[in-house]
Protein backbone atom coordinates (compact mmCIF):
# COMPACT_ATOMS: atom_id res chain seq x y z
CA UNK A 1 0.00 0.00 0.00
CA UNK A 2 1.58 3.42 -1.12
CA UNK A 3 0.15 7.50 -1.48
CA UNK A 4 -2.40 7.35 -3.86
CA UNK A 5 -4.02 10.23 -6.14
CA UNK A 6 -7.66 10.78 -6.24
CA UNK A 7 -8.63 13.59 -8.71
CA UNK A 8 -6.50 16.74 -6.86
CA UNK A 9 -5.79 15.19 -3.59
CA UNK A 10 -3.30 12.26 -2.46
CA UNK A 11 -4.66 10.13 0.66
CA UNK A 12 -1.93 7.73 2.42
CA UNK A 13 -2.56 4.40 3.55
CA UNK A 14 -4.56 3.82 6.35
CA UNK A 15 -6.76 0.58 7.47
CA UNK A 16 -5.98 -1.94 5.24
CA UNK A 17 -8.67 -4.66 3.95
CA UNK A 18 -7.33 -7.51 6.56
CA UNK A 19 -8.49 -5.17 9.80
CA UNK A 20 -11.77 -4.12 7.99
CA UNK A 21 -12.72 -7.72 7.79
CA UNK A 22 -11.58 -8.81 11.01
CA UNK A 23 -13.91 -5.52 12.26
CA UNK A 24 -16.73 -6.50 10.03
CA UNK A 25 -17.23 -9.65 11.18
CA UNK A 26 -16.58 -8.52 14.72
CA UNK A 27 -19.94 -6.73 14.10
CA UNK A 28 -21.90 -9.62 12.20
CA UNK A 29 -21.01 -11.49 15.56
CA UNK A 30 -22.55 -9.16 18.14
CA UNK A 31 -25.84 -8.89 15.38
CA UNK A 32 -26.11 -12.86 15.21
CA UNK A 33 -26.41 -13.08 19.07
CA UNK A 34 -28.46 -9.38 19.34
CA UNK A 35 -30.95 -10.09 16.83
CA UNK A 36 -31.61 -13.35 16.89
CA UNK A 37 -35.70 -14.50 16.56
CA UNK A 38 -36.32 -11.29 15.86
CA UNK A 39 -36.30 -11.14 11.75
CA UNK A 40 -34.08 -7.82 11.33
CA UNK A 41 -34.42 -6.43 7.85
CA UNK A 42 -31.07 -4.74 7.10
CA UNK A 43 -31.08 -1.53 4.88
CA UNK A 44 -28.11 -0.80 3.36
CA UNK A 45 -27.67 3.41 2.60
CA UNK A 46 -26.28 3.53 -1.11
CA UNK A 47 -23.80 4.45 -2.33
CA UNK A 48 -21.24 3.96 0.04
CA UNK A 49 -22.63 1.02 2.20
CA UNK A 50 -22.54 -1.32 -0.09
CA UNK A 51 -19.23 -2.70 0.36
CA UNK A 52 -19.21 -3.05 3.85
CA UNK A 53 -23.56 -4.03 3.41
CA UNK A 54 -22.15 -7.04 1.33
CA UNK A 55 -19.36 -8.11 3.39
CA UNK A 56 -21.50 -7.76 6.75
CA UNK A 57 -23.95 -9.53 5.22
CA UNK A 58 -22.16 -12.86 4.13
CA UNK A 59 -21.51 -12.96 7.78
CA UNK A 60 -25.41 -12.67 9.31
CA UNK A 61 -26.26 -16.51 9.68
CA UNK A 62 -29.85 -15.22 11.41
CA UNK A 63 -33.00 -15.27 9.71
CA UNK A 64 -33.19 -11.71 8.00
CA UNK A 65 -33.63 -9.95 5.51
CA UNK A 66 -31.55 -6.99 3.28
CA UNK A 67 -32.70 -4.34 0.80
CA UNK A 68 -31.65 -0.84 -0.35
CA UNK A 69 -32.14 2.96 -0.32
CA UNK A 70 -30.74 6.30 -0.68
CA UNK A 71 -29.73 9.15 1.13
CA UNK A 72 -26.76 11.65 0.10
CA UNK A 73 -25.29 14.76 1.81
CA UNK A 74 -21.99 14.93 0.94
CA UNK A 75 -20.76 17.54 -2.23
CA UNK A 76 -17.69 17.28 -2.87
CA UNK A 77 -15.78 17.33 0.41
CA UNK A 78 -18.09 19.88 1.76
CA UNK A 79 -21.27 18.68 4.15
CA UNK A 80 -24.37 20.76 2.17
CA UNK A 81 -26.25 20.56 5.55
CA UNK A 82 -29.39 19.77 3.04
CA UNK A 83 -32.00 17.73 4.38
CA UNK A 84 -32.64 14.43 2.29
CA UNK A 85 -35.45 12.24 2.03
CA UNK A 86 -35.21 8.63 2.03
CA UNK A 87 -35.86 7.31 -1.59
CA UNK A 88 -36.16 3.59 -3.45
CA UNK A 89 -37.26 1.83 0.07
CA UNK A 90 -39.88 -0.84 -1.54
CA UNK A 91 -39.97 -3.29 1.63
CA UNK A 92 -43.03 -2.08 4.43
CA UNK A 93 -40.80 -2.00 7.39
CA UNK A 94 -43.85 -1.47 10.07
CA UNK A 95 -43.12 -3.25 12.80
CA UNK A 96 -39.94 -4.76 11.59
CA UNK A 97 -36.29 -4.32 13.52
CA UNK A 98 -34.39 -2.55 11.27
CA UNK A 99 -30.81 -2.67 10.92
CA UNK A 100 -29.40 1.04 8.84
CA UNK A 101 -26.00 -0.23 7.22
CA UNK A 102 -24.32 3.01 6.82
CA UNK A 103 -20.64 4.06 5.23
CA UNK A 104 -19.63 6.83 7.96
CA UNK A 105 -21.35 8.23 11.08
CA UNK A 106 -19.37 11.86 11.04
CA UNK A 107 -21.55 14.95 12.14
CA UNK A 108 -24.53 12.55 12.33
CA UNK A 109 -26.85 14.59 10.83
CA UNK A 110 -28.03 12.36 8.42
CA UNK A 111 -28.35 8.81 10.44
CA UNK A 112 -30.47 11.28 12.79
CA UNK A 113 -32.64 11.94 9.28
CA UNK A 114 -32.47 8.36 8.71
CA UNK A 115 -33.30 7.43 11.87
CA UNK A 116 -36.62 9.73 12.14
CA UNK A 117 -37.63 8.76 8.69
CA UNK A 118 -37.92 5.21 9.26
CA UNK A 119 -40.02 5.45 12.50
CA UNK A 120 -42.10 7.54 11.13
CA UNK A 121 -42.26 4.41 8.22
CA UNK A 122 -43.59 2.73 11.44
CA UNK A 123 -40.95 0.55 12.22
CA UNK A 124 -40.41 -0.75 15.58
CA UNK A 125 -36.80 -0.50 16.78
CA UNK A 126 -33.75 1.26 14.53
CA UNK A 127 -30.50 -0.43 15.05
CA UNK A 128 -27.41 1.17 13.36
CA UNK A 129 -24.60 -0.61 12.11
CA UNK A 130 -21.42 1.73 10.87
CA UNK A 131 -18.24 0.93 9.57
CA UNK A 132 -16.37 3.92 10.71
CA UNK A 133 -17.32 6.79 13.02
CA UNK A 134 -15.01 10.20 13.88
CA UNK A 135 -16.24 10.79 17.03
CA UNK A 136 -14.95 14.27 17.39
CA UNK A 137 -17.00 15.30 14.42
CA UNK A 138 -20.62 14.16 15.69
CA UNK A 139 -23.07 17.05 16.06
CA UNK A 140 -25.82 15.32 17.62
CA UNK A 141 -26.83 12.75 20.02
CA UNK A 142 -26.73 9.24 18.66
CA UNK A 143 -26.77 5.86 19.71
CA UNK A 144 -24.60 4.22 17.88
CA UNK A 145 -25.48 0.35 17.97
CA UNK A 146 -22.92 -1.31 16.41
CA UNK A 147 -19.38 0.70 15.60
CA UNK A 148 -16.84 -1.40 13.48
CA UNK A 149 -14.01 1.06 13.37
CA UNK A 150 -13.98 4.38 14.75
CA UNK A 151 -11.00 6.95 13.57
CA UNK A 152 -10.11 10.73 14.04
CA UNK A 153 -12.01 13.51 12.13
CA UNK A 154 -10.54 13.42 8.76
CA UNK A 155 -11.04 12.91 5.35
CA UNK A 156 -11.37 9.06 3.74
CA UNK A 157 -11.60 7.02 1.01
CA UNK A 158 -12.11 3.65 -0.28
CA UNK A 159 -13.52 0.47 0.49
CA UNK A 160 -16.91 2.41 -0.87
CA UNK A 161 -16.21 5.69 0.23
CA UNK A 162 -16.06 8.32 -2.35
CA UNK A 163 -14.22 11.41 -3.24
CA UNK A 164 -16.84 12.74 -5.35
CA UNK A 165 -17.79 9.84 -6.73
CA UNK A 166 -14.32 8.45 -7.16
CA UNK A 167 -12.24 5.73 -4.75
CA UNK A 168 -15.39 3.27 -3.98
CA UNK A 169 -13.65 0.40 -5.57
CA UNK A 170 -10.30 0.68 -2.96
CA UNK A 171 -10.04 -2.40 -0.84
CA UNK A 172 -8.13 -0.59 2.04
CA UNK A 173 -9.04 2.67 3.06
CA UNK A 174 -7.23 5.87 2.71
CA UNK A 175 -6.66 8.80 4.71
CA UNK A 176 -6.18 12.24 3.38
CA UNK A 177 -2.73 13.32 3.33
CA UNK A 178 -2.31 16.80 4.95
P1 LIG B 1 -22.93 13.10 8.24
O1 LIG B 1 -24.36 13.47 7.95
O2 LIG B 1 -22.07 14.31 8.45
O3 LIG B 1 -22.79 12.10 9.36
O4 LIG B 1 -22.35 12.47 6.91
C1 LIG B 1 -22.59 11.20 6.51
C2 LIG B 1 -22.24 10.98 5.06
O5 LIG B 1 -21.20 11.85 4.62
C3 LIG B 1 -21.70 9.59 4.89
O6 LIG B 1 -22.74 8.68 4.62
C4 LIG B 1 -20.73 9.74 3.74
O7 LIG B 1 -21.42 9.55 2.51
C5 LIG B 1 -20.25 11.16 3.82
N1 LIG B 1 -18.92 11.26 4.49
C6 LIG B 1 -18.65 11.68 5.74
N2 LIG B 1 -17.33 11.64 5.99
C7 LIG B 1 -16.75 11.18 4.88
C8 LIG B 1 -15.37 10.89 4.53
O8 LIG B 1 -14.41 11.06 5.30
N3 LIG B 1 -15.18 10.39 3.27
C9 LIG B 1 -16.19 10.18 2.38
N4 LIG B 1 -17.47 10.44 2.67
C10 LIG B 1 -17.76 10.93 3.90
Redesign the pocket.
Known amino acids: MSTIQVKDKFFKPFISSDEIQKAVCQVADKINKDLAGKNPIFIC?LN??FMFAADLYKNITIDSEITFMRM???DGMQ?TGKVKAISGLMEDIKDRTVVVV??????????KNIIEQLKEKGAKEVKIATLLH?PE?LKVELDLDYVALNIPN????GYG???DELGRNLKDIYVIAE
Do not use: N, Q, R, W
Open positions: VGAKSYTEDIVDTGYTMKAAFIVLDY
